[in-house]
């Protein structure tokens, strides 16, 4: 019987191998899952967890927890994903992989000094057993996220932005202080704080070699930023999987410019951008009660939604990752 393990430099290509190939509507490119593994305070060998099978270099399963959001919280918010073979999914794994991210984010709320941590996990609303043992854990359902999809880019109204507003393409090693904060302001009422950005994630972020600064428009308003509008084409990605679509990461509008028409125009923008550099489609993903009723402004831009992701959440403490 073999035991859980943190991760190690050369299980990547298992890695690689369970995520590609455990039957879920995930997949991941080698430069996906590299980015994935390069992520602000995310320590592979202490936060990720994996499950080897009894013989040969296979894995069976894994699962890692993170600090989320802006990752200075008082109340450190810890994201939890895994993967689980086919193989494993009758036996204890599933239910050790996630005691063992538990663990974890004790720790690392211990290591931040904080008092307690939140700890958040995700998946599909039909995935019963997931939500079985994500109860039987402790955690509950905390917010409904929504998977939408634009599944074709014909018939695209025309971007109007409002006037006094001037929009140009993202500038890498100019933009990044400013878009970070205009970030955190657009999005400060989010239900439960995890869309937050931190500087090293972003200015990370804008180095991937996916970010095309044309499909990364900035709204100024004179010296601030009023709004963004940030699209991505991973093309190993689609390559992968067939697909030609873009994905629509961000549209975020600062509090003092809503309701003038600037997130749609921008959410147009990235559209037509999309069409432009020979897409067919656009994804996306919304919080299925959005306080700016961002679903709805999509619905009527063509997204239909085609998946439901229930979070889930609980506290945790220190105590809950000190040693035994």
């Known amino acids: 019987m073999t035991t859980l393990r943190t991760y190690r430099a050369d299980d990547f290509d298992a890695l690689a191998s369970l995520i590609n190939g455990a039957g879920s509507s995930r997949t991941m490119t080698p430069t996906g899952l590299r980015e994935f593994l390069d992520y602000p305070w995310f320590m592979p060998e202490s936060d990720l967890f994996v499950l080897p099978a009894e013989e040969g270099r296979d894995l069976l399963g894994a699962r890692d927890v993170r600090v989320w959001a802006r990752g200075d919280e008082a109340v450190p918010i810890l994201e939890s994903w895994g993967v689980l073979h086919p193989r494993a999914r009758e036996g204890a794994a599933r239910r050790e992989l996630l ?58 109204a025309p971007a109007r932005f409002p006037e006094g ?110 069409r432009d550099a020979g897409m067919m489609a656009c994804l996306s993903g919304v919080d299925s009660e959005n306080v700016t009723g961002a679903h709805h402004i999509y619905e009527r831009e063509g997204f239909v939604t085609t998946k439901r992701h229930v979070m889930y959440r609980k506290e945790v403490h220190p105590d809950e990752g000190a040693t035994a």
């Open 99 to 156: 005691e063992a991210a538990l663990h974890r984010a004790g720790q690392i709320v211990a290591g931040r000094g904080a008092e307690r941590g939140i700890f958040e996990v995700r998946c599909d609303i039909e995935d019963a057993s997931s939500m079985r043992l994500f109860e039987s854990c402790g955690l509950r359902q905390a917010r409904i996220l929504l998977t939408i999809l634009r599944p074709n880019l014909e018939n695209l």
């Open 165 to 274: 507003i001037a929009v140009r393409p993202y500038r890498i090693g100019q933009d990044e202080e400013a878009w970070v904060r205009a970030f955190n302001d657009a999005f400060a009422d989010h239900w439960g704080g995890f869309m937050g950005m931190s500087l090293p994630l972003w200015t990370k972020y804008v180095h991937r070699p996916w970010f095309k600064t044309e499909m990364s428009l900035v709204a100024w308003d004179g010296p601030e930023i009023a709004g963004f509008g940030h699209f991505i084409i991973h093309d190993e990605q689609n390559a992968l999987t067939g697909k030609k679509q873009s994905l629509m990461r961000y549209i975020g509008v600062r509090p003092r410019w809503r309701g003038i028409g600037l997130g749609v125009a921008l959410t147009r923008a990235g559209l037509i951008a999309s």
